[in-house]
């Protein structure tokens, strides 16, 4: 439960996928720099107008249309790096990633010390869950650009997702030395909570929130790490604070939930749930908690029943276990 519970900074996907766009934006412009446009981006070359098309057309989300333009430059210049490494960034948009990958290399086989390329290598094995392969190449880019804390940042979260929890935590402080950040700071209190080290999760959450006081997120992840500790009533705080600052953020009303049905507080947990799903009417969380307070608590199977059903409908994914529940609860009938 605690997996859906924490809430996460810096690994946000959608984060990751702009990213990525401006990576190859400032790639595509670069491209165009070095085949020629003038100082007033007037298009000397073939490869030239050729990049500037590209540029247009992936700004544009045209990216079928970007992809011909790249090929066409091929044709003109087959052993160009750039354009085979803005051909990967083209097919990761495309969720192609067979074949970002293979151009990935390819543009690495002809020049092997551009670390914007390892980078974009590594973060599409990051986003396959590839993570080893993913460290490697973060690595090597790190090599040619040591100071990159972009590429620092990724490593981490490589690192994290491999389960290399101290070195993920090394990575984040190195960050931290240049750059103090929410998010960094938000990254390394979820690795300490993972690792059960609440104090020190405390300690980062707290220093994360001198650099984003209304960050919502960090009172719901303060009110866990509390709550682990057994100060349940600090834990509370921190849940309210979070829904103080935003009504509609329903993980501290589960959290809330889930709170009051540990201490024996059944009616309250049953309002928090209820709250949830007036804000989120499909959440299979607060759906399939809902349903285990009536089921195991209120004694109440009807009830369980209906929840239960739509936690299945929601498509929760402990659908074929929940119905299961309802085969017992029909039973008992």
């Not at 551009?114 to 590839?130: A, F, K, M, T, V």
């Not at 059944?266 to 209820?274: F, G, N, T």
Request: hydrophobic share 35%; aromatic share 12%; with cysteine.
């Amino acid at each position: 439960m605690d997996g859906n519970r924490l809430i996460q900074g810096y690994k946000g996907y959608k984060r990751y996928k702009e990213k990525l766009t401006i990576a190859a934006l400032m790639l595509l412009f670069w491209c165009c720099l070095l085949d020629g446009c003038t100082k007033t981006f007037q298009i000397q070359s073939p490869i030239g107008k050729g990049i500037y098309r590209a540029n247009l057309l992936y700004r544009g989300a045209r990216y079928q249309e970007c992809l011909t333009e790249l090929k066409n430059l091929l044709a003109i210049d087959p052993d160009d790096p750039h354009i085979h490494y803005n051909l990967g960034l083209t097919y990761a948009q495309l969720n192609q990633y067979n074949q970002a990958r293979d151009e990935y290399i390819r543009a690495l086989a002809r020049k092997e010390n551009i670390p914007q390329i390892h980078q974009s290598l590594g973060d599409l094995y990051r986003q396959q869950h590839l993570y080893a392969k993913a460290i490697i190449e973060y690595q090597r880019a790190l090599t040619l650009l040591p100071a990159s804390v972009e590429t620092r940042m990724r490593l981490a979260s490589a690192y994290e997702g491999l389960g290399k929890m101290d070195m993920a935590i090394k990575e984040y402080k190195s960050v931290l030395r240049v750059k103090a950040s929410s998010g960094m700071y938000l990254n390394m209190g979820n690795i300490y909570y993972k690792l059960k080290q609440y104090d020190d999760a405390i300690t980062s959450y707290q220093k994360a929130l001198l650099q984003a006081p209304d960050m919502v997120k960090i009172y719901n992840n303060l009110g866990l790490s509390l709550e682990k500790k057994g100060e349940t009533q600090k834990a509370v705080a921190f849940y309210q604070k979070a829904i103080q600052k935003n009504s509609h953020y329903y993980f501290s009303y589960i959290n809330l939930g889930a709170l009051y049905r540990s201490t024996g507080k059944y009616e309250l947990a049953r309002e928090y749930y209820q709250k949830v799903l007036q804000i989120e009417p499909d959440c299979p969380d607060a759906l399939l908690n809902l349903g285990i307070l009536y089921d195991l608590y209120l004694s109440s199977p009807e009830e369980a029943m209906k929840n239960y059903r739509h936690y299945c409908q929601a498509g929760g994914p402990r659908s074929s276990e929940v119905r299961k529940w309802i085969e017992t609860l029909q039973l008992r009938k």
